[in-house]
């Protein structure tokens, strides 16, 4: 079994309903919960994340359904080992990805409810988790759809915290 862990809010319903925001600082890292439900214990076992940006012709449709870039831009393993019954919190420290921002993206056109955010906000990501094959296949890959606020200022009491529990706080949460 797998979850993908981030401090982020989703909807159900409404304009926030297309994928989990999280507000967060770069570099950005993923971290995993991986449970062994088997009754055999693994040693050195692959567990690979991949994360996809989504393309610039389903952003600009503001597809229900996205559609994925074919390359990610993160791919990388790593291996552990896992007791029957055990859970285990995966970091898989990816060196200094940053999410790409709207502004400064050619071909990407920004949702209108994100204009003024443009600098911050980024296009939706697939983070993809995936592990060996073992007794029960279909849950060996979870995905999550994401969209990033970026957090540019160095202060924690600034622009963005007032944002945050002012005006959207049942929207977004702010990770660190």
């Known amino acids: 079994m797998i979850d993908i862990l981030a401090g982020c809010i989703s909807r159900c319903t409404g304009v926030t309903n ?16 991986i449970r062994n439900n088997g ?6 076992s692959d567990i ?16 229900a359904v996205p559609t994925w870039n074919t390359t990610p831009v993160v791919d990388r393993v790593v291996k552990t080992a896992l007791g029957s019954g055990q859970s285990k919190d995966i970091v898989f420290n990816i060196p200094g990805w940053t999410p790409q921002v709207y502004f ?3 071909g990407y056109n920004v949702p209108s409810r994100l204009v ?14 995936t592990t060996t094959s073992d007794e029960y296949i279909p849950n060996n890959t979870l995905s999550k759809v ?3 606020y970026l957090r540019k200022s160095t202060k924690k009491d600034g622009p963005v915290a007032s944002w945050i529990s002012q005006r959207h706080f049942d929207r977004y949460s702010y990770t660190e």
Not at 48 to 63: P, Q
């Open 116 to 129: 003024s955010m443009r600098l911050n906000v980024t296009p939706r990501y697939r983070i993809e988790v």
């Open 146 to 148: 994401v969209r990033f």
């Open 104 to 106: 400064g993206m050619p």
């Open 48 to 63: 690979r994340v991949r994360v996809y940006l989504e393309t610039a012709a389903s952003n600009n449709s503001s597809a």
């Open 18 to 33: 297309d994928a989990e925001y999280i507000m967060t600082v770069a570099p950005v890292d993923v971290t995993a919960r």
């Open 39 to 44: 009754a055999l214990a693994t040693t050195n």
